[in-house]
Structures are given as C-alpha cells and as structure tokens.
C-alpha cells in the first residue's frame, strides 16, 4: 500500500469517525485468494486491521451468507489484531 492509499484512507477514516486519524504505515498480513490483509499504525500508535477484497463474484461470493461470513471472519481478525504476540491471520 503506498502513501497516497494511506493518505486516501486516512481522510475516509476521519471523515467517518469524526477525529483525525493518520496513519503511519500499513504492513501486509497474509492475505487470500478473495482479498489482501493489512495492519495498520497511526501516528498515536493505534492499530487496525484492514482486509480489501479483491472482486466480489469470485471465490463462492454468489451466495450472500458467504459475503457476510466473510466479513464476520474479518471482524474477529480485526479485534486479534493488536495482539502479542501478532497473528498470521486465520
């Protein structure tokens, strides 16, 4: 992810949360053949979790259960994020 993703991602986070949120640097976590994974820092040393599919349609996304499971997995990976030590995904 190079900086004008980051600096993209970072006007839709402050924008949505209502604070400013800048960060700092993404590091790639093992992604999947439907999407790409990603640690975020801020400039305050918050971290998140960021999973960026790759196409909707492909992989089983036909189904809607399958969409939101997806997103379910994303959501506990996201709160195991900021563990130690750091996890290589599920």
Do not use: C, Q, Y
Request: aromatic share 8%.
């Amino acid at each position: 992810m190079d900086k004008n993703e980051l600096h993209k991602l970072s006007k839709a986070l402050s924008k949505e949360w209502g604070r400013e949120v800048i960060l700092a640097s993404a590091m790639p976590k093992v992604g999947g053949f439907i999407s790409d994974a990603f640690l975020l820092t801020t400039t305050k040393n918050e971290r998140f979790f960021l999973k960026r599919v790759k196409k909707s349609g492909e992989a089983g996304f036909e189904l809607p259960e399958r969409h939101l499971f997806s997103h379910t997995v994303s959501h506990g990976m996201e709160k195991r994020a900021a563990l130690l030590p750091s996890s290589l995904g599920v």
